[in-house]
Nanobody, 115 residues
Framework: QVQLVESGGGLVQPGGSLRLSCAAS????????MGWYRQAPGKQRELVAR???????NYADSVKGRFTISSDNAKNTIYLQMNSLKPEDTAVYYC?????????WGQGTQVTVSS
């Protein structure tokens, strides 16, 4: 019922920046919360950042001060601005949306931080 499409991943050098986007469509139900998760090979998927319908945000300690999550409700889109990227940020980044009907995931976008 909800389709999520991420974009903006790619290869960047340490210290560089990327901006991820997640466009949501297909549901009339407003999300309770949307967030970004990431998963590196051999590791658990972890929450990176989330934003609630009321605008509250939270971040993983590992990205606090470097990443910023934001939303454009008119466009049904959330963003993740990633600055000062480190090699340990390398992962597949997934968009997630939770509403009263279910929990939905995008296909993921690869972020690789390497010199």
């Amino acid at each position: 019922q909800v389709q999520l499409v991420e974009s903006g991943g790619g290869l960047v050098q340490p210290g560089g920046s990327l901006r991820l986007s997640c466009a949501a469509s297909g549901s009339i139900f407003s999300p309770y919360v949307m967030g970004w998760y990431r998963q590196a090979p051999g590791k658990q998927r972890e929450l990176v950042a989330r934003i609630t319908i009321g605008g509250s945000t939270n971040y993983a300690d590992s990205v606090k001060g470097r990443f910023t999550i934001s939303s454009d409700n008119a466009k049904n889109t959330i963003y993740l601005q990633m600055n000062s990227l480190k090699p340990e940020d390398t992962a597949v980044y997934y968009c997630n949306s939770l509403n009263q009907r279910g929990n939905y995931w995008g296909q993921g976008t690869q972020v690789t931080v390497s010199s």
